[in-house]
Nanobody, 129 residues
Framework: QVQLVESGGGLVQAGGSLRLSCVAS????????MGWFRRAPGKEREFVAT????????YYGDSVKGRFTISRDNAKNTVYLQMSSLKPEDTAVYYC??????????????????????WGQGTQVTVSS
């Protein structure tokens, strides 16, 4: 069992930056792909970014490419999402997700929320205009 706890959300003005963190329990963090998804009010959950178990590959949703960066520190069991040039449409609850990984899947597979086994409780990000 893996438990995920997100932090770092808050209120920020458009154009600003935030860094989200997700700490995972357990000793097998380094074998998990870690993803970030978000859900805005009245919308379906949306893929944001994923990093494979080794950190060798990263994938991003089209709406965040070039503005968000995902990274991981396996020594700290932590995955990060650095968000820059934030827009009001980035307002959402951001969720961390995890599943065991071999780095062999396609980008579209990693972007599918049903392929993840563990989820955090979410952290709210609000971007004001």
């Amino acid at each position: 069992q893996v438990q995920l706890v997100e932090s770092g959300g808050g209120l920020v003005q458009a154009g600003g930056s935030l860094r989200l963190s997700c700490v995972a329990s357990g000793r097998t963090f380094s074998s998990y792909a870690m993803g970030w998804f978000r859900r805005a009010p009245g919308k379906e959950r949306e893929f944001v970014a994923t990093i494979t178990w080794s950190g060798g590959s990263t994938y991003y949703g089209d709406s965040v490419k070039g503005r968000f960066t995902i990274s991981r520190d396996n020594a700290k069991n932590t995955v990060y999402l650095q968000m820059s040039s934030l827009k009001p449409e980035d307002t959402a609850v951001y969720y961390c997700a995890a599943r065991q990984d071999r780095g062999l899947f396609t980008s579209s597979w990693y972007a599918t929320d049903s392929n993840y086994d563990y989820w955090g409780q979410g952290t709210q990000v609000t971007v004001s205009s």
